[in-house]
Nanobody
């Protein structure tokens, strides 16, 4: 059974930092492209960042470039999202997702991902 479990969310002041983790089980993470998405109340789920199987290529939404960093540790089957200089508009539930395959392609559409975590809440207070 495939499971993706996010952790690390919480309440933080604007300008602060958080580090989200996504631990994968039931699959070999190194065989999957991984992504982070977020969903704010009343809004659609949106792409945040993605990383290729090896971790050699990353891609970010314009709204988070320079502030958020995606990384992975395949030995631990874990993907991370380092979030710095947080803004109130970053408030959302953050989800990690796994996309089977290792071709160097970028996927920003949620429906193209095969597995999802349950999400972790990030609240940025101004």
């Amino acid at each position: 059974q495939v499971q993706l479990v996010e952790s690390g969310g919480g309440l933080v002041l604007a300008g602060g930092s958080l580090r989200l983790s996504c631990a994968a089980s039931g699959l070999t993470a190194s065989s999957y492209r991984m992504g982070w998405f977020r969903q704010a109340p009343g809004k659609e789920r949106e792409f945040v960042a993605s990383i290729t199987c090896s971790g050699g290529t990353t891609y970010y939404a314009d709204s988070v470039k320079g502030r958020l960093t995606i990384s992975r540790d395949n030995a631990k089957n874990t993907v991370y999202l380092q979030m710095n200089s947080l803004k109130s508009e970053d408030t959302a539930v953050y989800y990690c997702a796994a996309d089977r395959g290792c071709a160097a392609i970028i996927r920003t559409t949620p429906k193209l991902y095969d597995y999802w975590g349950q999400g972790t809440q990030v609240t940025v207070s101004s």
